[in-house]
């Protein structure tokens, strides 16, 4: 609800202010500082978390970064913490913006999203929507509970809606009469005296907003979780080749053993996509479906997306003990500055290797690598030359610097994304709770009435924030309220 | 067929322009007759403010506004009746050719989704089309409930642009890239965008009233201008929300994440956040009026950003 207490302070009697806090005197300090207590000290820490201008700037920064994001191009996600990647994409981002990329690099504006101001921002807009909710529960419980049902005599005439009707009936008769009229109409009443009454609708409306608040707080939890500790990474699946490990402990392999798609006759584009993929934790096949862009297959909080698919080689690299350091499809979206070869890259991350593959470009013909080849490059990671190369025969291996490098075929490959995210979950409730919170907040405004019995007249208030609808409202009840006491004009 | 539905976007234009221009020749009419019985009618206000003890009638209803007389449905008897001759009868047409013009649009939509047997989601034509229905439908309700046609006058202008633009852009249908082919998530998002944005517009047209209201003259107050331009934004703010959340759950079913910052969903975001910050900046420094008045602004504006933003912004809604 929108209305606040300050609205209704004539009555200054019954309103529990806030005590001043106590003034020490500062006689005995050299300095002339004022001197504040610990628990002071933390009020007004509280005091800032709560400040809804200081909230509200919080929110206006946080669409300041947000636009900043959308307007200029960002790193990729990982790139920015690679160096190599990053300095990869500022000499792009030279290209695009000259001399200005050094500064707007510089203060991270192309990794806004991860970078540390947008961090202290959203850091910001937590705490403060933890204050604002905190310090505005009370108040709620208070209006829900406990409203004040007395006010001055000053505030029927100061309110900002407000009339009087003459009445013929005694003071405390009336009251009995709006008592019962006000209840019938759904409201709650609560007497204040025998004269007079507070009555009142959706006073629980409110907590609406705190919902929302909360919720917002649920979902930004939800988001760090899911950053923190989820698990992401895409998988390049041979179809119908053997089944390859997903991630590094997971203990889980992924297998494809069919792959389809089909495009439009017109365009060409792909209509639909789809991979028969079988999931094994350990030795048992714990789930098998067809997976398409949008029916993803999950198991025990991770999901497998269709995420891309083409023409791959399928590669083993072992050790000289006969470990598998790596196994699976190496798709190959690059092509050599001559035009002559498709390329492919993997990583051995603990040998600090990185593995370019290499075939001729369809249609070519070369000497150093024939069809049906496929040519291995070996770099120590952040070096430009090749420190080893070799060229094999489809279903050979050759065994290079210790490793054993297999060309086991070339064929199709699958690209599946891969997700666990712990997250999503509460992700999901706090958007629940926030759409609801919301509606009750808009759809049940609190709505309270004020009305006294004095001197032959009705008195009628409600301090309640301008609103159309509940001008119509209130006129509509004083009108009804003339005929419960028949005042027909004298 | 689909010749055949064009046909209907056609017509809608047609009688979008229609209802404006027939509310504009109304409207100045009827300022014209309000300025003709301006005279007598504030003597009587004045005579009933300044009564105010109750010698009028034993009852006294005290508006803190008084001047707030509800526009046009308080109107004096004196300026009734001179509208009666004419422009009150075209009040029935300008409302009528809005109504036609909405109601083409939804047989436009439902056609072409019976065509392509999905939602309007899969290109810019679609959008637009949706767009201006969903500026329609909000216009209609905020006419329905506050009774202000003027807001016609900066709405109806909103929806024929968009329109021409929808049928600039054609009517060919595509086929649909697989990510986009859950259907039923994606209408929803796109139906609750259209319905958010559509209030949108019309909180933006009762802000930009509320600017130039000291040079129209019009008869209803102020306030009633600001308190539209709330209520609208009330009730774009949970819509947007419910479409954010929407397209989130389908990211996460067609690309594994939910939130991926691609500048499109940055754009949705930054609009939401103004609103937001707009319903702040009421409850928390009290603005109302003028300043408010211009976060609307900035607020539709972020509206408009976010919908053309595929054309400048790239990432993953870049279909054209
Ligand atoms: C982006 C995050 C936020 C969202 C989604 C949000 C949402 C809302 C909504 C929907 C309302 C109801 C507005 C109305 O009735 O017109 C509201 C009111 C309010 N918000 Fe927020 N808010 C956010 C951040 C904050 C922050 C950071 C503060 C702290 C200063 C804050 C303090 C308030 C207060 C004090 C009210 C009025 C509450 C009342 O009258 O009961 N909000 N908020």
């Known amino acids: 609800m929108t209305s606040s207490d300050t609205d209704i302070r004539p009555d200054q009697t019954s309103a529990p202010e806030a005590t001043p806090l106590p003034r020490q005197s500062s006689s005995t300090e050299t300095e002339d500082l004022p001197v504040i207590s610990m628990g002071q000290f933390f009020q007004r820490i509280y005091q800032v978390t709560y400040s ?35 300095d990869q994409f500022m000499s792009m981002m030279h290209a695009k913006y ?36 905190s310090h505005r529960i009370p108040q709620l419980w208070q209006q829900w509970r406990n409203p004040r049902v007395l006010v001055s005599d000053r505030f029927f005439t100061a309110a900002r809606y407000q009339a009087s009707i003459p009445i013929s009936q005694k003071d405390d008769q009336a009251i009995h009469v709006v008592q019962d009229k006000l209840k019938a109409a759904h409201y709650r009443v609560k007497r204040g005296n025998d004269t007079s009454l507070y009555a009142d609708k959706y006073s629980w409306g409110g907590f609406g907003t705190a919902a929302a608040h909360l919720s917002f707080i649920i979902i930004m939890v939800a988001f760090v979780v899911s950053g923190l500790t989820g698990y992401q990474g895409t998988v390049n699946v041979f179809v119908g080749g053997d089944a390859i490990p997903v991630g590094d402990k997971t203990g889980l392999t992924l297998q494809a053993t069919d792959f389809n798609a089909v495009y439009d006759d017109a365009t060409g584009r792909p209509l639909d996509y789809v991979s028969h993929l079988v999931l094994k934790d350990g030795d048992s096949v714990v789930a098998e479906q067809d997976v398409r862009v949008n029916s993803p297959m999950s198991y025990q909080g991770f999901a497998f997306h269709q995420n891309n698919y083409g023409m791959a080689v399928d590669v083993t690299v072992a050790d000289s003990a006969g470990n598998t350091l790596f196994s699976g499809a190496v798709p190959q979206p690059y092509t050599s500055q001559d035009n002559k070869f498709s390329i492919g890259q993997f990583t051995l991350p603990d040998l600090g290797l990185i593995v370019q593959v290499l075939s001729p470009v369809s249609g070519t013909t070369n000497a150093d690598i024939g069809p049906g080849q496929l ?13 080893a190369t070799s060229v094999v025969d489809q279903g050979t291996s050759a065994t290079v610097r210790d490793l054993s490098l297999t060309f086991v075929r070339e064929g199709q490959f699958t690209g599946i994304m891969v997700r666990q995210d712990p997250g999503a979950a509460w992700m999901w409730i706090g958007s629940i709770l926030l759409v609801v919170g919301m509606t009750v907040t808009f759809t049940f405004r609190h709505r309270r009435l004020w009305v006294r019995a004095q001197d032959g007249k009705l008195l009628l208030a409600s301090a309640d924030k301008e609103d159309s609808g509940f001008r119509e409202h209130f006129n509509q009840l004083v009108s009804q309220a003339q005929t419960w006491f028949s005042v027909r004009s004298k | 067929m689909i010749n055949l539905a064009k046909f209907l976007l056609d017509a809608s234009l047609v009688f979008i322009l229609l209802a404006l221009v027939t509310n504009l020749v109304l409207l100045s009419a009827s300022r014209r007759v309000s300025r003709v019985a301006a005279a007598k009618t504030s003597a009587k206000v004045a005579v009933g403010a300044g009564v105010g003890g109750g010698s009028l009638s034993d009852t006294t209803v005290v508006d803190a506004d008084v001047t707030d007389a509800d526009a046009e449905a308080a109107t004096p008897p004196p300026a009734k009746a001179t509208q009666k001759a004419t422009p009150l009868n075209m009040a029935s047409f300008g409302t009528g050719f809005t109504i036609v013009g909405w109601a083409l649009l939804t047989a436009y939509i439902i056609v072409r989704m019976a065509i392509t047997g999905h939602g309007p989601f899969s290109n810019m034509h679609e959008f637009a089309v949706a767009f201006v229905w ?12 506050f009774k202000v046609r003027m807001l016609s006058l900066i709405v109806l202008p909103v929806a024929a642009c968009l329109d021409f633009y929808a049928i600039s852009l054609g009517v060919g249908v595509e086929t649909l890239v697989p990510a986009l082919q859950n259907n039923v998530l994606l209408t929803l998002h796109v139906g609750f965008a259209m319905l958010s944005y559509g209030a949108a517009c019309v909180s933006f047209a009762a802000a930009i009233l509320y600017l130039i209201y000291p040079r129209l003259k019009l008869k209803m107050s102020r306030d009633k201008l600001d308190e539209i331009g709330y209520k609208s934004a009330v009730v774009a703010f949970p819509l947007m929300t419910i479409m954010i959340l929407l397209g989130a759950l389908w990211a996460k079913t067609a690309w594994g994440s939910y939130w991926s ?22 409850v928390a420094r009290g603005w109302r009026g003028t300043r408010s008045a211009w976060l609307l602004i900035i607020g539709f504006a972020a509206v408009m950003v976010a919908y053309f933003g595929n054309y400048f912004l790239g990432g993953l809604h870049s279909y054209r």
């Open chain 2, 134 to 145: 969903g500026i329609m439908a909000a216009y209609l309700v905020a006419f329905w409930k």
């Open chain 1, 98 to 133: 000259g001399a200005w990329a050094t500064l707007l690099g510089g203060v991270g504006f192309f990794h806004v999203f991860s970078s540390i101001p947008f961090f202290v921002v959203m850091a910001a807009l937590a705490i403060s929507i933890t204050g604002c909710t």
């Open chain 2, 261 to 282: 910052w691609d500048p499109k969903e940055s754009a949705a975001l930054v609009t939401w956040i103004l609103y937001a910050g707009f319903m702040h900046a009421r």
């Open chain 1, 52 to 86: 809804k201008t200081i909230g509200l700037i919080i929110i206006l920064l946080t669409a300041v970064f947000v636009f900043i994001g959308m307007m200029l191009q960002q790193a990729p996600s990982g790139t920015w913490a690679d160096p190599a990647g990053r």
């Open chain 1, 375 to 387: 040519g291995f490059a070996i770099y120590r990671d952040g070096e430009s030359d090749a420190m």
